[in-house]
């Protein structure tokens, strides 16, 4: 049975195939409590999600982002709660971020070109559609030209680090992103640790910029792998959370919304945290 909560979801507002409303009507048919619209370096789809979940007495919105960050050994998602989505400061950042990452998808486009790849930008924005292009649009347009056999076939030889089309992209610190979600009444929470190397290290780091949570009931991680997570936020006072990192690019692979088997404990502390640091009234009417 699907867990209840969902804490990272995307839309067509960033990398996801699903709108906003699709996201709130998918959601709410396998009886979602708590989601969260985590898009990347993106606001855009949260007004809408929280509109139209008011349709549905039972379900309730969390905003979030997912900022992009970077460091030597890699890249750093940090996931911001309970952001102010209407800040402006914060919009026009992330407005910054997304011109690079169309500026990056642009010369990986070219990349794949001289690799003999005969992919149009005008397909991979046509795919994009009303999101920010980013590196999933463009494995769609490899995949439809028969140049991979899956998506995940795209980054491990082609777009990913180390790849021969892959282009580095303007991107803030991990602690500048901490500390960005801080300022604007979020709060925030590193995803999916174990994608990167020596994860432990970089909690302690951001431990100290503010991290407040740790993404642990993760689509992609093992019983084994979350129970270190979770004892690892237990270690620095963390809050945990969860979600299926949902993009609908793969429903056959895919964790599905509500998969991820995240406790609905983990939804109602990040609510009572966001009441507690007062949130800029975001988190008043979340039950």
């Known amino acids: 049975m699907a867990s209840k909560v969902d804490l990272h979801i995307h839309t067509t507002v960033s990398d996801g195939v699903h ?21 990347h370096d993106n606001l855009g789809g949260i ?26 050994g890699g890249d750093v998602h940090i996931l911001g709660y309970f952001v102010d989505y209407k800040d402006p400061f914060l919009n026009e950042t992330l407005t910054e971020m997304r011109r ?22 005008q397909r991979v924005s046509e795919i994009a ?7 999933p649009h463009i494995a769609t347009a490899m995949l ?31 602690e500048e992103a901490v500390r ?36 642990c009931h993760y689509g992609g991680f093992n019983p084994q792998q979350i129970d270190g997570l979770v004892k690892l936020a237990a270690k620095h006072k963390l809050l945990t959370t969860g979600g299926s990192d949902y993009h609908g690019l793969d429903e ?17 502390k990040l609510i009572a945290k966001a009441r507690e640091i007062k949130a800029k009234g975001l988190a008043e009417d979340m039950e």
Request: charged share 25%; aromatic share 4%; hydrophobic share 40%.
């Open 144 to 174: 439809e030209k028969g140049y991979i056999q899956n998506m995940g076939e795209a980054f491990e030889k082609y777009i990913g680090r180390g790849g021969p089309a892959y282009v580095e992209r303007i991107k803030m610190g991990p």
């Open 19 to 39: 709108s906003p409303l699709n996201i709130i009507a998918k959601a709410a048919k396998v009886h979602m409590e708590y989601i969260a619209i985590c898009d």
């Open 180 to 215: 960005l979600v801080l300022n604007c009444g979020g709060i925030p929470v590193m995803a999916h640790p174990l994608t990167i190397m020596d994860h432990e290290p970089m909690v302690e780091r951001l431990v100290q910029a503010g991290l407040m949570g740790l993404e």
């Open 100 to 121: 690079s990452r169309v500026e990056r998808a642009r010369d990986m486009v070219i990349k794949l070109n001289e690799l003999g790849m005969e992919i149009s930008w």
């Open 252 to 268: 056959l692979t895919e964790t599905p919304i509500g998969g991820a088997e995240v406790p609905m404990q983990d939804a109602k």
């Open 47 to 72: 007004g809408l999600a929280i509109q139209t979940a008011r349709k549905y007495p039972k379900l309730r919105v969390i905003p979030g982002v997912e900022i992009s960050t970077d460091y030597s």
């Open 129 to 135: 559609g009303e999101g920010t292009v980013g590196r």
